[in-house]
T-cell receptor, first 114, second 113 residues
Framework: AQSVTQLGSHVSVSEGALVLLRCNYS??????LFWYVQYPNQGLQLLLK??????LVKGINGFEAEFKKSETSFHLTKPSAHMSDAAEYFC????????????FGTGTRLLVSP | DTGVSQNPRHKITKRGQNVTFRCDPI?????LYWYRQTLGQGPEFLTY????????KSRLLSDRFSAERPKGSFSTLEIQRTEQGDSAMYLC???????????FGQGTRLTVV
């Protein structure tokens, strides 16, 4: 079975500071990994995805994530936080057959202060 | 707007009543997914369709839940004899094929009182 653990239900940063959201996965087969963002009362928007190509994945809005097999991690980073980045972020895993079924973490709420 | 559309956006119902939600996927997307998201949790997979065929159902989808996708277009999710534990956001997503990105709708928030 696949699973995802997101460390920290809330992360607070100042505007302009580095954003680091942590995600560790468990999978018995090579995984596909994703980060989604959710704004209040909205659906989910895909930020980026890892599908066994380059281990450093660049996404939208300046976010990127690095797949580290040895650490079973897929942490999300952004060099400089913006107020508009305040939202809920979800890490998700799927098996290599694609988007058939996503298993999500419990989410991390990012708070950005001026 | 050509995204995934879900209706209604909000539904309040009394315990024991039946409710039905509708999802209109992006045109030409042959895969359609339903997820449920409770407060403070990530979305949980419920079921998915390849065209009109329902290919997988989660154990979360009890006998009170039924989903259809007639003609491989829109989909409906019905909950019979609603319970307070059914209160959640129900999310629909669609994708062009197995490898393509899944696009999510804005969800239907169900409150059972």
């Amino acid at each position: 079975a696949q699973s995802v653990t997101q460390l920290g239900s809330h992360v607070s940063v100042s505007e302009g500071a580095l954003v680091l959201l942590r995600c560790n996965y468990s999978s018995s087969v090579p995984p596909y990994l994703f980060w989604y963002v959710q704004y209040p009362n909205q659906g989910l928007q895909l930020l980026l995805k890892y599908t066994s190509a380059a281990t450093l994945v660049k996404g939208i809005n300046g976010f990127e994530a690095e797949f580290k097999k040895s650490e079973t991690s897929f942490h999300l980073t952004k060099p400089s936080a913006h107020m508009s980045d305040a939202a809920e972020y979800f890490c998700a895993v799927s098996d290599i057959t694609g988007f058939q079924k996503l298993v999500f973490g419990t989410g991390t709420r990012l708070l950005v202060s001026p | 707007d050509t995204g995934v559309s879900q209706n209604p956006r909000h539904k309040i119902t009394k315990r024991g009543q039946n409710v039905t939600f509708r999802c209109d996927p992006i045109s030409e997307h042959n895969r359609l997914y339903w997820y449920r998201q409770t407060l403070g949790q990530g979305p949980e997979f419920l079921t998915y369709f390849q065209n009109e065929a329902q290919l997988e159902k989660s154990r979360l989808l009890s006998d009170r839940f039924s989903a259809e996708r007639p003609k491989g277009s829109f989909s409906t999710l019905e909950i019979q004899r609603t319970e307070q534990g059914d209160s959640a956001m129900y999310l629909c997503a669609s994708s062009l094929n197995r490898e393509a990105e899944a696009f999510f709708g804005q969800g239907t928030r169900l409150t059972v009182v």
